[in-house]
């Protein structure tokens, strides 16, 4: 039997749960003995109870922890580099125990060493290679979806204007104008949520196969700049623009910027800084009384002078550096995290054979290879 072990987050501000009553069962029924700290489901809406009710045995963090992280085969997190870093109880798990969530792997060589040290395996979600047969399994495009769509909500009510065109009494209200920069996964749910408040939204990104996933949702493309150095792509990522793309790219956008009521940044590039869209002089063109939300504030920001977590004001404009957003739709965010991590603990369980009593890895598998971040053989012969 594979025991899983789920401990409270302790990052400041995160919210939500690596596993749900939900999975919990999901889980028992594949043969795994569930674990969950008291209060792990507490900020996200789910009680002890049904986490007991469902099948788990529930832990007091403050009396029997180590015994159970002890016996532990997995961990599941949300924030696991934090647990990894900050719960004392992580040096009582075995060499080869699995610790299983977000990571933040890239360049975090320290966080790496430390689990080389203790002889941990992990997985780093964000390294989740993206292809179809992991699509169940993808935490970035779960909790990006629900960024996209909070963002949208957060520029409208912090918005001086109406978002949907409006005939009334006292005259016609013009729809407002969505500006959104980067069509991948956040971007295209805030153009669908921004189209379905009413918004004409334009859309920018330097991919070509963004154009038509974004005139499908209704929204307008803005070309890249014809120049030559426009960024390449990998496995569907956007690479790093050089310096001049990126001034060629804000000249085009400050016409856009004037025109916008709202503009939602999301461009990102995996493990670099994110692009610089939005600079302060093009915040200068742009009509008092509007907003920035910049979804990319916790890699730099898309524009310049938004600081994570707060809300900045400048020549007019609300910047709101929204770097938690998932955090803040808590319980629909768990509900589809856990959904992820169960469904990749499940493919991994399949590939350990039938009644596991420990985890096989298989590291041909792409899924498994792909965000490995450290392996270590478990104690007793297992992979
Ligand atoms: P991301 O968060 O890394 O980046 C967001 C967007 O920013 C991307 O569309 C990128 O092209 C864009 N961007 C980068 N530099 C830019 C710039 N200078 N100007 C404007 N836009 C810029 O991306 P993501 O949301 O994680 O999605 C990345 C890709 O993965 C997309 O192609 C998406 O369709 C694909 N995807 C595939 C699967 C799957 O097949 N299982 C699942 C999810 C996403």
Redesign the pocket.
């Known amino acids: 039997m594979i025991r899983v072990l789920v401990p409270r987050e302790c990052r400041p501000g995160e919210t939500r749960v690596a596993a749900t009553p939900e999975t919990v069962r999901r889980l028992s029924a594949r043969g795994c003995l569930l674990h969950v700290e008291q209060g792990a489901g507490a900020a996200s809406g789910f009680d002890d109870a049904a986490y007991g009710e469902a099948g788990a045995q529930l832990i007091d963090p403050a009396t029997v922890a180590a015994e159970h992280w002890s016996k532990a085969d997995v961990v599941l997190a949300v924030q696991a580099g934090s647990i990894a870093q900050q719960r004392r109880e992580l040096e009582a798990l075995r060499p080869g125990s699995l610790l299983l969530g977000l990571l933040e792997p890239h360049g975090n060589d320290s966080l790496k060493q430390q689990l080389e040290q203790q002889r941990l395996t992990a997985m780093a979600l964000e390294l989740l290679p993206?292809?179809?047969r992991?699509?169940t399994m993808?935490v970035?495009?779960s909790q990006?979806n629900i960024a996209g769509y909070k963002a949208v909500l957060l520029a409208s009510a912090a918005l001086d204007r109406y978002v949907p065109m409006l005939m009334t009494a006292a005259g016609t209200i013009q729809p407002a104008r969505a500006l959104i920069?980067?069509?991948?996964?956040?971007?295209l749910q805030a153009l669908a949520t921004a189209r379905r408040l009413g918004a004409v939204a334009y859309v920018?990104?330097?991919?070509a196969?963004?154009k038509e996933?974004v005139e499908s949702l209704g929204g307008r493309f803005i070309d890249?700049p014809e120049l030559e150095q426009k960024?390449g792509?990998t496995?569907?990522?956007?690479q790093q623009?050089t310096e001049d793309?990126?001034a060629a790219?804000r000249r085009q956008l400050t016409e856009q910027l004037a025109l916008a009521d709202m503009v939602i940044c999301?461009?990102?590039?995996?493990g670099r800084p994110a692009?610089r869209?939005i600079d302060d002089a093009m915040l200068q063109h742009m009509r008092p009384g509007s907003v920035v939300v910049d979804l990319a504030v916790a890699q730099g920001g898309n524009c310049e002078g938004s600081q994570p977590g707060t809300t900045v004001l400048r020549h007019g404009v609300q910047l709101i550096g929204a770097d938690q957003l998932p955090c803040s739709v808590a319980n629909h965010a768990s509900a589809l995290y856990a959904r992820n991590v169960a469904a990749l603990l499940e493919h991994l369980l399949e590939a350990s054979g039938s009644e596991p009593t420990a985890l096989q890895l298989d590291l041909e598998d792409p899924i498994v290879s792909g965000c490995l971040f450290t392996h270590h053989a478990m104690a007793g012969g297992a992979a």
């Open positions: 993206r292809i179809s992991a699509q993808d970035l495009s990006a920069l980067g069509a991948g996964v956040a971007g920018s990104d330097v991919r196969a963004a996933q890249p960024p792509e496995g569907g990522y956007a623009a793309f990126l790219q999301t461009a990102q590039v995996p692009p869209l």
